[in-house]
């Protein structure tokens, strides 16, 4: 079992930056590939970032060049820092992992992961 810790959302101005965290216990976290999704209301819930056990890193389209993702495997804990926001980037901000293995399947959907944290809030005012 995996249990996900969120925090650092909150409300920010356009342009401006904010770094989520995500805290994982359970298991060994260097065996994880952790992944950062959104859902904004109204709409479905869209990839954002992963990152592989190795360290290689995948993003959206929407956000790629803007946000980083990290691992800090002592501390057990996944990064999202978010810069040049967006109103677009307004959504629930969702922490997942997943130990594989994955039989073919993408780390770029939501399907791929078995375990998600409960989500913070991020809104970009205008």
């Known amino acids: 079992q995996v249990q996900l810790v969120e925090s650092g959302g909150g409300l920010v101005q356009a342009g401006g930056s904010l770094r989520l965290s995500c805290v994982a216990s359970?298991?060994?976290?260097?065996?994880?590939?952790m992944g950062w999704f959104r859902q904004a209301p109204g709409k479905e819930r869209e990839f954002v970032a992963t990152?592989?056990?190795?360290?290689?890193?995948l993003y959206g389209d929407s956000v790629k060049g803007r946000f980083t993702i990290s691992r800090d495997n002592a501390q057990k804990t996944v990064y999202l820092q978010m810069t040049s926001l967006k109103p677009e980037d307004t959504a629930v901000y969702l922490c997942a992992a997943d130990p594989g293995p994955y039989f073919g399947s993408s780390l770029r959907l939501a399907r791929t992961y078995d375990y998600w944290g409960q989500g913070t809030q991020v809104t970009v005012s205008s």
């Open positions: 359970g298991r060994t976290f260097s065996n994880l590939v």
């Open positions: 990152i592989s056990v190795s360290g290689t890193t």
